[in-house]
């Protein structure tokens, strides 16, 4: 019990000589019991004083020989401790440095930006196989287009070089028309999935 109210919880005032002296003559005083003379023995060697121990003593004292409570606080300071610092949790410990990870590739990657290599950009036809794959189906769809457009002018007009010719032409023209829209239809179908792709990746960085 003696230990419990020489460290309590609660106002902490500093020494003062007129509070060293009361705590010294209480620890002699027979009038009071033998637990709050040992506390105020243990009091009087310390630096600072809990208030409540202090006017416990004083109360237990005689009232003729005890100096007034205002006259013996006189001069003493309120002494502040800082609270100690609460424990944070193993999870939050965890989300604290997952976070400060982040933070830090982020700021890497903005630091780098401008002097990491960047990353090609994926387009249609965009490798030399694309691109001579692409020429050669041309010139096969022109090509058939301009033997069917020949072989069925030469049998509609009678083997005439002429019109035969101007229905190979003709079909060279409906060949090149059909390969420039299937090239339309290529390239709106690779912009939609390019649109999508960066939609996802915006909402995974998000």
């Given at each position: 019990?003696?230990?419990?109210?020489?460290?309590?919880?609660?106002?902490?005032?500093?020494?003062?000589?007129?509070?060293?002296?009361?705590?010294?003559?209480?620890?002699?005083?027979?009038?009071?019991?033998e637990e709050?003379?040992?506390?105020?023995?243990?009091?009087?060697?310390?630096?600072?004083?809990?208030?409540?121990?202090?006017?416990?003593?004083?109360?237990a004292t005689e009232s003729s020989t005890r100096p007034d409570l205002l006259r013996l606080l006189y001069g003493s300071e309120f002494v502040f401790t800082s609270p100690k610092p609460r424990e944070k949790s193993e999870e939050l410990k965890a989300r604290l440095k997952n976070l400060?990870?982040?933070?830090?590739?982020?700021?890497?990657?903005?630091?780098?930006?401008?002097?990491?290599?960047?990353?090609?950009?994926?387009?249609?036809?965009?490798?030399?196989?694309?691109?001579?794959?692409f020429g050669l189906h041309v010139v096969l769809i022109m090509f058939t287009g301009y033997l069917?457009?020949?072989?069925?002018?030469?049998?509609?007009?009678?083997?005439?070089?002429?019109?035969?010719?101007?229905?190979g032409i003709l079909g060279l023209v409906f060949g090149m028309l059909v390969e420039t829209l299937l090239f339309i239809i290529r390239a709106s179908s690779y912009d939609n999935r390019s649109s999508s792709s960066s939609r996802s990746k915006l909402k995974k960085n998000q």
């Open positions: 019990m003696i230990n419990d109210q020489a460290h309590p919880s609660g106002l902490v005032i500093a020494h003062t000589e007129a509070i060293r002296t009361f705590l010294t003559s209480a620890s002699i005083d027979s009038r009071i019991s709050l003379r040992q506390l105020a023995s243990n009091l009087a060697s310390q630096d600072n004083v809990p208030y409540k121990p202090l006017r416990a003593i004083w109360f400060a990870d982040v933070a830090e590739r982020k700021a890497y990657q903005e630091l780098v930006k401008d002097i990491a290599p960047k990353k090609p950009i994926d387009e249609p036809f965009s490798s030399y196989k694309d691109q001579l794959g069917v457009g020949y072989t069925l002018f030469r049998a509609l007009f009678r083997h005439d070089p002429i019109m035969s010719a101007a229905g």
